[in-house]
């Protein structure tokens, strides 16, 4: 059974119509992440959350806002799409441990958005 | 911003050889681990190294770990055809406020040729 879900597989949108991905998890972990993946790229992490605490990387673009509503679900908004932001778009959950830092983490099978 | 390096960027082989991939790193970590991911699919977990531990074994991969060195190398033995993915190292970093974030190198395309 699929674990960490993303919706859609496939997103088009049109350049500057607000899109958002979303994310579940069935694995009740607090932590989740979103990573952006371009082509023959390695996954850019963009922000995460540690339970509702929300930790943005400094090179995150403000046009990416998220929201974690609950434990389970996780949403990537783009508020004005560019043709530079057609990328993979990755989920991810993990578990933290109090010793010896997370343990691995699982990721959805990504959704791969198009600018038009 | 990444955090790992690797190398080769690029390796291709013969079905039954062993291939070596390198990672290396920048600040201090708690664990490292290594991804697999298929092409235009989401990562898989392969096998995660403790910061106190030097090597580790998993059916036909092994990883080791000198934090001295700040690298790891992810060896795969008698590859096979579906070996051919993308490998990608991930290190738990520890940022300056002391919350810890899971960063990608920028891995290495394996191809096993038949």
């Known amino acids: 059974d699929a674990m960490v879900i993303q919706n859609p597989r496939y997103q088009v949108t049109q350049f500057g119509k607000p899109v958002t991905l979303s994310c579940s998890q069935t694995?009740?972990?607090?932590?989740m992440y979103w990573y952006q993946q371009k082509s023959s790229q390695a996954p850019k992490l963009l922000f995460h959350?540690?339970?509702?605490?929300?930790?943005n990387e400094a090179d995150t673009p403000d046009n990416f806002q998220s929201r974690r509503p609950n434990t389970s679900f996780c949403f990537l908004d783009i508020r004005s799409p560019g043709l530079g932001d057609a990328a993979m778009y990755l989920c991810?959950?993990?578990?933290?441990?109090?010793?010896?830092?997370?343990?691995?983490?699982?990721f959805g099978q990504g959704t791969r958005l198009t600018v038009v | 911003s990444q955090q790992g390096e690797e190398d080769p960027q690029a390796l291709s082989i013969q079905e039954g050889e062993n291939a070596t991939m390198n990672c290396s790193y920048k600040?201090?970590?708690?664990?490292l681990q290594w991804y697999r991911q298929n092409s235009g699919r989401g990562l898989v977990h392969l096998i995660l190294?403790?910061?106190?531990?030097r090597e580790k074994h998993s059916g036909r991969l092994r990883v080791t770990l000198d934090t001295s060195k700040k690298s790891s190398s992810l060896l795969i033995t008698a590859s096979r055809a579906a070996d051919t993915a993308s490998y990608f190292c991930a290190t738990v970093a520890i940022t300056q406020g002391g919350s810890e974030k899971l960063v990608f190198g920028k891995g290495t395309k394996l191809t096993v040729n038949p």
């Open positions: 600040t201090s970590i708690n664990n």
């Open positions: 190294i403790r910061s106190n531990e």
């Open positions: 959350y540690y339970d509702k605490d929300f930790n």
């Open positions: 694995l009740n972990h607090n932590v």
């Open positions: 991810a959950t993990s578990r933290d441990v109090t010793t010896g830092g997370r343990t691995e983490a699982f």
